[in-house]
Structure formats: C-alpha cells, structure tokens
C-alpha cells in the first residue's frame, strides 16, 4: 500500500533513518526539522500520514499535533507521535492533541509499519466520504451539522473473561459517559452485536484459544460491523497478536496494566472518528436522495425514474402512467407563478395518496408527472389512472383561490416484450396526446398504432 509520509523531527539523522526505512517499503517521503516548516509541508503536501517527533525546540509536536488538527485542509491527516518519554500522560497529553498513536524511540520498524497499514486503511475510508461530501457541497447541497465532541451516551461492547477487568475498565469510561455492556466470550459478543448500535468494541487478546483475533476478523468481515472501531487490549508480551489484530484491522491498543486516562483518550478518538465517518455518510446519502429528488415537489425526478424504467423492462412488465395538468399555462397567467407551483405541489400529494408505495410516481418536467407500475394488467392500470383524474377534480386551493380548479390528462400503457425505454414512453406520450385532442380530463390507452411514431403535444 502506497502513500505519501511526512517524517518530523529536528534531529538530521533520524529524518534519514526513518526516510531509509520508508523508501525501502516504497512509500513517498517528505522532511520537515521542525515545527512550522511540518505545518506548511503539510498544507502544501497533504500527506497520508505524518510521523512527528515530539521533543523538539520553538514549536514542540504536542503544538504542531494540535494546530494540524485546528486546520480543516490538514485535520483529517492520521498523525502517530514518536518519543522517548515514557510517561503514560505524555501519550494521554499527544492523544488529547489529536494524535492518532504514539511509539516510542527506538522505532520498532515491524510495529511502525503495521501500524502505518491500519491508519491507512482508515483514511482511505474517510477520504473516499469526504471526496464525496465535498463534491455534494460544490453542488450546493448543506453540510450536515458537525458531531458533539461528547462522547457521553456512546455505547461500547467490552468482550473479556476478566470479571474485574470489565468493571475496572467500564467504571473508566463511564467516567466519560460511556455506556458499556459486558460480553465474556465471542459467541456472547455477537449476539449482542446483531442488535447494532455500538460505538465502540474493546476486545481482550487474552480470550482462549485465539478467539480474540478471530473475532476480530470477523467484524471486518461482516458489512454491518465492518466500520465498527475495534480497540484491542493486551498484555506487553502480546506483540505479535497486536500487530496481527492491526493487520485484520483492528483500529488501536491498549496495554496492561491499562492507564485510565489513556483509554479514556483513546476510546473518544476512535468513538469521534466513527462519528465523522456517520456524518460524511449521511451527507453523501442525503445528496444522493436530494440528486434523484425533484426540489418542488418532493417525487422521484425523471433522472430517478428512467432508470428504474430502465430495471423494471429489463425485470419483466411495465404500465407507465404519464399524466399532464391541463391549461397549466392558464394557471401561471391568471393566478400567478405561486399558485401554478401550490397546483404542482398538490397534484403530487394527491397522486401519492392514491398510489400503493411500490408504486413510483416522478415529476418528468413541467406540468408532466409519470407513474411506474411493476406487472401491471391493463384493468388494473386503467382504473389506478381514472383514479387518479377523478381525484384531482377538486379545488385545489380553496382558502386562496375558492375558483382554482384542474383537470388532467392521462396515457397509459403497457409494455410488450422486447421493448425498449423509448418505446414504451412514445406509446404513452402518443395516448397522452390523443387524450387532450380528445377534450382533456380522460385516460386513454395506448394503441397499437402508438407503437410506432410519437406525436407533437398539445398544450
């Protein structure tokens, strides 16, 4: 896995060692020796990752850590601290600035790089929502607000044996507001997670026979867990477990005997991060309804509604309904723009009061509404659209406009083997034609003959 590294320090020698080593594993790198030269580096760059050193003179890595995190073009960057302190609230005070994971000097080039994998697989995540958050926002669609920094009323799965490890550890977080539900082993865990809304799962690597790491891929494995965080908790002598649960995608790690504060830090990082991934998904699936959605009246837009033509003759039969309101020009002219758009809105309410919901029904543009029916006979079509004009007969804006009234007309039909999009929409359109030259306010159905030239409408 490729990526671009920027490597931090103010000693010469380590920036070559560490560029020595990443080269070798064919990662792109970049220098900084100091503070403000990593923040422009990073603005200018934009890593995938940055390595910081954190003892160094002017601007320290806890400084450059927290004003990459305040930047919203570099904010999203992982960053993993390197130190020779060992003082566990040194790694809480990194944490709380925003670092991502902290090793200590001497770099153990095997953990480095694992560790470099998991951050990577996380960002590429992020940064494929992000891509297309930003672009939904180019569009003109809002931002969805920014999650609360409270972690409070998280839920969190703890999956050990250790009875007192789980009440140590939940009293912990609960300290937070955190809300933890015990599982002893991982039959126990995943029912618990069928359920979903979790958070966060914290998993032993001390469950027997190896369970814990097979759990673990195993959330990686099921689309419903997949972006589930995953904190493992080990012993210092599980090394090559921990680097193994990296590999399968575990997110981070704590070690025995564990630090309050380090996990507390460690558990809101990762519960933040998989609630920025929640809002960047919901922004892209927010743009996505709002791009097959027709801003007016709230239906399917034609977009939306020629591919799922498209399905539906590809699947079997189809009745396509194409409705038009009669005179709407009329409507504009006399009443104003305002109440041709009231005429719209309402013409779409009633339609989808009288349609069952796998029934779709769009605006195809204008004044023209279409409605889809899978496996649909010609009794059934024909009675939905007669349905369908006697219910728009009513006054549509009595309290404003008491003399507002419409009328619509309706083509029908109904799709033969082997047709096409095109084909069935020109029979349509053709009955939708003949029934306004027939007076307006009818349903009439497509003929034969309407299979094989589209007429001229008629206002």
């Not at 809480?92 to 200590?104: I, K, P």
């Not at 809002?142 to 050990?160: H, K």
Request: charge should be negative; include cysteine; hydrophobic fraction near 45%.
């Amino acid at each position: 896995m490729s990526a671009r590294i920027l490597v931090v320090d103010d000693i010469a020698a380590n920036l070559r060692l560490l560029e020595a080593r990443l080269n070798a594993e064919y990662y792109e790198v970049a220098l900084a020796s100091s503070g403000p030269e990593a923040l422009a580096r990073a603005a200018d760059w934009i890593p995938d990752v940055i390595l910081l050193d954190v003892m160094m003179p002017g601007m320290d890595g806890y400084e450059v850590c927290r004003r990459l995190k305040a930047n919203p073009a570099t904010a999203h960057i992982p960053v993993v601290m390197i130190t020779a302190l060992v003082d566990p609230a040194e790694r809480v005070r990194g944490l709380e600035a925003g670092a991502d994971d902290f090793l200590s000097k001497p770099v153990d080039h095997q953990t480095l790089f694992a560790r470099l994998r998991a951050l990577l697989r996380m960002k590429q995540v992020l940064d494929a929502f992000r891509l297309r958050a930003d672009t939904a926002r180019d569009l003109g669609f809002a931002p969805e607000p920014q999650p609360s920094g409270s972690v409070a009323g998280a839920e969190a799965l703890l999956v050990t044996e250790d009875v007192n490890e789980a009440e140590l550890l939940g009293s912990v977080l609960s300290g937070d507001g955190i809300q933890v539900q015990l599982a002893a082993d991982a039959a126990s865990a995943w029912r618990m997670l069928s359920g979903g809304g979790f958070d966060l799962a914290l998993l032993s690597l001390s469950l027997d026979d190896g369970a814990g790491l097979r759990f673990a891929s195993r959330l990686r494995a099921q689309p419903s867990t997949r972006d589930l965080p995953v904190l493992l908790i080990a012993d210092a002598d599980q090394r090559s477990q921990i680097l193994r649960g990296f590999d399968l995608g575990a997110n981070d790690h704590v070690l025995r005997p564990v630090d309050p504060n380090e996990l507390r830090a460690r558990a809101r990082n990762q519960i933040r991060r998989k609630r920025y991934q929640e809002r960047l998904q919901a922004e892209l699936s927010r743009s996505l309804e709002m791009a097959v959605t027709d801003g007016l009246t709230g239906l399917r837009n034609r977009r939306y509604m020629t591919r799922h033509l498209e399905g539906l003759l590809r699947a079997g039969s189809v009745a396509l309904l194409m409705l038009d309101v009669d005179r709407f020009k009329t409507v504009n002219d006399t009443y104003g723009h305002a109440a041709g758009d009231h005429v719209l809105r309402e013409v779409a309410q009633r339609m989808k009061q009288q349609l069952r919901a796998v029934n779709v029904v769009a605006r195809f543009g204008g004044e023209e509404f279409v409605v889809a029916m899978a496996n649909t006979g010609e009794e059934e079509a024909m009675q939905v659209a007669e349905r369908l004009r006697v219910s728009l007969g009513a006054a549509v804006a009595p309290d404003q406009s008491p003399d507002l009234f419409i009328t619509a007309s309706i083509g029908v039909a109904l799709s033969r083997p082997g047709d096409g999009l095109d084909d069935l929409t020109s029979a349509a359109d053709a009955a939708l034609y003949r029934a306004k030259a027939n007076g307006r306010n009818r349903v009439e159905l497509a003929r034969p003959t309407d299979w094989k030239s589209r007429s001229a409408g008629v206002a």
